[in-house]
């Protein structure tokens, strides 16, 4: 059975969290990608910048709902959920756009894995982390189509 080894990029395009948006948007487009690993001056893989995030740049800010309770204004939704919201909408550094918590996968993991947390969590593009902690490769749709063509 084939794993991520087999299958990952190797060459993988990094960018810093404090890099511009727009330089993230520039690598996105140029190499043809759907998502960049964020890694800090040592290396080690901090946040994934992806297509989604900085399309959600785009969208207009949630109005929180309210309703009156005893003459006071009581939210329906959290502070720190729209402050989030505004933080990535208005994002001028990758930091501010990227997504922290990455999901991530091992060299070792086995393709059909790959392709099941990619359809039921929605992502596009994983990073690949062996043993260490360090960043070895990244695996995005492109790899997983590549596996349906016939070797030449």
């Known amino acids: 059975m084939r794993t991520a080894r087999d ?4 060459e993988v395009v ?3 969290p404090q890099a511009d948006v727009t330089e993230a948007v520039r690598i996105l ?22 297509q989604s995030d900085l399309v959600r740049m785009q969208k207009s800010l949630p109005i ?4 009156t309770l005893w003459d006071g204004f009581v939210p ?4 720190a ?9 208005a994002a001028s550094k990758v930091s501010d756009a990227m997504t922290a918590e990455v999901v991530t996968i091992s060299p070792d993991m086995n393709l059909d894995e790959i392709a099941a947390l990619m359809v039921d969590q929605k992502f596009h593009t994983l990073p690949v982390i062996d043993d260490t902690g360090r960043l ?4 995005g749709k492109k790899d997983i189509l590549r596996t349906l063509m016939p070797h030449t």
């Open 14 to 16: 990094t960018i810093s």
């Open 29 to 50: 487009l140029e190499k043809k990608i759907n998502g960049l690993p964020v890694v800090d001056a040592l290396g080690s893989l901090v946040g994934i910048i992806c």
């Open 64 to 67: 929180p709902s309210l309703f």
């Open 136 to 139: 070895v490769g990244i695996v």
């Open 7 to 10: 299958i990952m990029t190797t």
């Open 81 to 89: 959920l729209l402050e989030t919201e505004v933080k990535r909408i």
């Open 76 to 79: 329906l939704s959290s502070a």
